[in-house]
């Protein structure tokens, strides 16, 4: 699944220890004979905090997965941007021979939930995520950004004071996940099931295999605590026009993910407030919405968000997974008018306005 070939999972996480697995997958060239797997964990300063080494029969099967057993005392949590501590864990596969491989990866000790009296909870304490969405594209480059490019939008994540990232609606880079682990963003990272999902084998194939290979890729970033699985689903007429059943291919979609990796929740992001049998899919739901975008003025995000908290959130309110206006720099208006969408006039001022309504009736929900 083009993985590291290592993944970390941590078993349990405690004030006093941090135990965990980790499981390295043994590529053999089918010659009969022992290697050793040495796992070494490293603090940020570079000591050495645990290690084990164990012998395996490389010769036995061409794909051999090793797993290795690892304590920390007194482990440093991974706190988001309050604290984004990362330990590396050092996997060395050696043979007679000598050293053959070496492979360094994160590791971030953290615990994250969702429950109804908290909402999202780090560590044991609530955190209300105030992120961006992102997707990877930029002016005269479309998707071919460099390390210098994706470095650069998560700085400017950052300095504006956001603290989560969605990268929707498709899987970024592992350098952006890199980033996120040490900005200490909270990611939601997702397939990229858009508009519509088809109830064919082709359609399920691609996807089993799209979720698999994003799970098992970015399984030992730490900023990644949850896996979307669904953007926009079901307004589109081709939906209702073609008899597909969305529901059944997401639902074993979402059993799929959940199974690969019981670790991380399952999310969706929907624009479809009415439709509970997709919403209630995922563990939880975050909406789309558009006010003083797509339809009504922007102070209209206060009803919507007291709908969805209303037939979704109960006490626990809800997340908003996107909402905003478009806008070019060289396009100015004062006062501004609502342009329309599809249209070319598209004001800067327009899209200040919005955002802070909007964004004031987010906060005081």
């Known amino acids: 699944n083009a993985s590291p070939g290592v993944s970390i999972t941590t078993k349990a996480l405690s004030k006093s220890t941090a135990e965990g697995e980790v499981k390295t997958l043994l590529n053999s060239d089918g010659k009969a004979g022992d290697v050793d797997v040495a796992v070494e964990i490293l603090d940020m300063k570079g000591r050495k905090v645990a290690g084990k080494t ?17 304590a920390i005392a007194n482990p440093i949590l991974w706190n988001g941007v309050k604290n984004p501590y990362l330990y590396q864990v050092k996997t060395s596969i050696r043979t007679a021979d000598g050293q053959t491989d070496e492979l360094v990866q994160p590791l971030g000790l953290r615990t994250v939930s969702v429950n109804p009296k908290e909402g999202f909870v780090l560590n044991g304490k609530t955190m209300q995520i105030k992120g961006v969405s992102r997707h990877q594209d930029m002016k005269g480059k479309g998707w071919a950004l460099s390390p210098e490019d994706e470095a650069r939008d998560i700085r400017l994540i950052a300095d504006m004071g956001a603290d989560g990232v969605r990268t929707g609606h498709y899987p970024a880079s592992t350098n952006i996940y890199d980033l996120c682990d040490k900005a200490g963003l909270i990611v939601w990272s997702e397939v990229p099931n858009v508009n519509l999902v088809w109830d064919t084998p082709e359609f399920r194939e691609n996807n089993r295999l799209q979720a698999r290979e994003m799970i098992f890729q970015h399984w030992n970033h730490p900023s990644i605590c949850m896996w979307g699985i669904f953007n926009d689903i079901g307004h589109q007429p081709e939906a209702a026009t073609r008899g597909v059943d969305m529901e059944a291919e997401l639902t074993e979609l979402n059993k799929f993910v959940k199974e690969t990796d019981p670790s991380r929740m399952t999310v969706g992001a ?29 102070e209209t995000m206060k009803g919507n968000l007291n709908g969805y908290i209303r037939d979704y959130g109960g006490k626990m309110g809800i997340a908003v997974s996107e909402y905003g206006h478009g806008a070019s720099v060289d396009m100015h208006e004062n006062p501004a008018q609502r342009p329309s969408p599809t249209g070319f006039w598209h004001p800067e001022e327009w899209q200040s306005h919005a955002h802070e309504v909007n964004y004031r009736c987010i906060r005081e929900r």
């Open 270 to 298: 929907s624009n479809q407030a009415g439709r509970r049998k997709l919403n209630n899919i995922p563990d939880h739901i975050a909406f789309n919405t558009y006010p003083g975008w797509y339809g009504g003025g922007p």
């Open 54 to 70: 164990v012998k395996a029969a490389a010769g036995e099967k061409n794909r051999l997965e090793v797993p290795v057993p690892l």
